[in-house]
């Protein structure tokens, strides 16, 4: 798409930005970009991140917007990002990716007065898995996945109290805490026809308010040999069926990383990797936020497990700054961990222009495009970027175990599987 200059043609991103305007779930990529929910009416809803203060309005369609602490800030979403991009084309893939995510949230309000209704998690009754129809039919998993050691007692039904024919079984993730107690749901199913707007949504319900739990699969009975971090529990179920081995072990994280779950993230990980000798594979979507996550999740790994240093990352304008602390125990290695990143690096003089490296007398900092690193892809290496060497460098540097990087040729891995039984049909 970057190759198309909007000059030669701009029909063709205006009817990109149309669909981007028209598709995204507006309230939902701003909860998953940090913002909390203020208020909310009939026809609009507001939300707080630092000093915007933005209120969306969604009785239009599209939605628009506007920052009440900024009078040009305001329009459709396309603006909204625009805003907040290095560039006008990396605000049109971002707007792509946005509409390409499912959003795991929850409307989090100011506590009211208790009422007599139902809670959401009082209105699905949870039963074992015996019709799996939207996962084989509308997801292309197999039942042999579903019923692989991996899977097989992890993935639920869920059914609508009123509905007393089953008539719609919803599939159903528990979200387990440290003992492998079912302590939340996420429901899946297939979209839905909103009834005032005639909109398709997509079905995605949190059941409960313990969001930061994760879904994982079943511990393998001979040794966990790899754990393997992805978003969905459906992506994880299309990566085991794709790439699958004995001895892996899958987690959940969402559509939606934050401290709160990392942290769970790593109490869950921490007896394993201390007991066996694993490698933790990042799996995330092939999308600017599934790379974001790759740097998060490695980071806190670090900050864990790496002694008397520390990281601090953050992502600015498509800008992902990585600062390394050394405490004065570990002063001495400052020099030596710049070296072996520096010469990693060297594979290709192109990712090393593109990484800014500076060091100072208590800390190394990397400075990088995200996007740019993203799209820096090597033949030499399956289905790899440049941001995957980068941070597999970083990791052999600081981590005591071994660890990977690996992207869906897709969006994410579900669209792989689709993807790859539509090639073995066309052969048929």
């Known amino acids: 798409m970057a190759n198309i200059s909007y000059n030669n043609n701009p029909q063709h991103y205006k009817r990109l930005i ?34 915007d203060r933005i209120v969306v309005l969604t009785s239009r369609q599209p939605a628009t917007y506007f920052n009440r602490n900024d009078s040009n800030d305001k329009g459709r979403f396309f603006k909204f990002i625009r805003q907040r991009s290095a560039n006008f084309y990396e605000a ?17 309000l100011p506590e009211k007065p208790k009422s007599t209704s139902r809670s959401i998690e009082e209105n699905y009754n949870i039963v074992a898995l015996e019709n799996p ?31 007393t024919g089953g008539r719609i079984p919803n599939i159903a993730f528990p979200k387990y805490d ?82 709160e779950k990392i942290n769970f993230l790593s109490q869950l990980v921490a007896p394993i990797i201390e007991k066996n000798n694993v490698e933790l594979v990042s799996a995330f979507d ?42 004065q125990k570990a002063i001495a290695e400052l020099g030596l961990d710049s070296k072996k990143i520096g010469e990693a690096l060297t594979i290709s003089p192109v990712l090393s222009k593109s990484i800014r490296q500076t060091m100072f007398s208590d800390k190394l900092m990397y400075e990088f495009n995200l996007q740019d690193l993203m799209k820096l892809n090597y033949k030499s290496f399956q ?17 005591p175990f071994r660890t990977d990087v690996l992207k869906s040729h ?11 039984k539509k090639k073995v049909s066309i052969k048929k």
């Open 178 to 259: 440290l003992n492998n107690k079912r302590v939340n749901y996420i429901i899946y199913n297939k979209p839905y026809k909103d009834k005032d707007t005639g909109e398709e949504k997509k079905f995605r319900l949190v059941l409960n308010k313990k969001d930061a739990f994760l879904f994982h699969s079943n511990f393998p009975k001979n040794g966990i040999h790899r754990i393997i971090l992805g978003e969905s529990g459906i992506d994880l179920l299309s990566f085991h069926e794709l790439n699958g081995k004995e001895g892996d072990f899958y987690i959940s994280l969402g559509g939606n990383i934050y401290q």
């Open 92 to 108: 049109v893939k971002d707007g792509l990716s946005a509409i390409n995510r499912d959003y795991e949230y929850q409307e989090v």
């Open 133 to 163: 129809s939207y996962l084989v039919k509308e997801r292309a998993i197999n039942l042999e996945t579903l019923n692989s050691n991996a899977f097989k007692g992890r993935v639920f039904n869920a059914y609508h109290f009123r509905d």
């Open 410 to 420: 897709s969006n994410d891995w579900n669209q792989d599987l689709m993807d790859s």
């Open 18 to 51: 149309e669909k981007i305007n028209d598709e995204i779930n507006f309230s939902g990529y701003l909860l998953n970009s940090g913002f909390k929910l203020l208020k909310k009416s009939a026809g609009s809803m507001e939300f707080i991140q630092n000093d």
């Open 383 to 399: 289905n790899t970027n440049g941001l995957k060497l980068f941070m597999l460098a970083v990791n052999e540097t600081f981590l």
């Open 286 to 327: 092939n999308d600017k936020a599934g790379h974001e996550y790759d740097v998060l999740v490695f980071t806190k790994m670090i900050n864990q497990y790496a002694k008397d240093k520390y990281v601090e990352c953050s992502f600015k304008n498509g800008i992902v700054e990585l600062r390394i602390h050394y405490n």
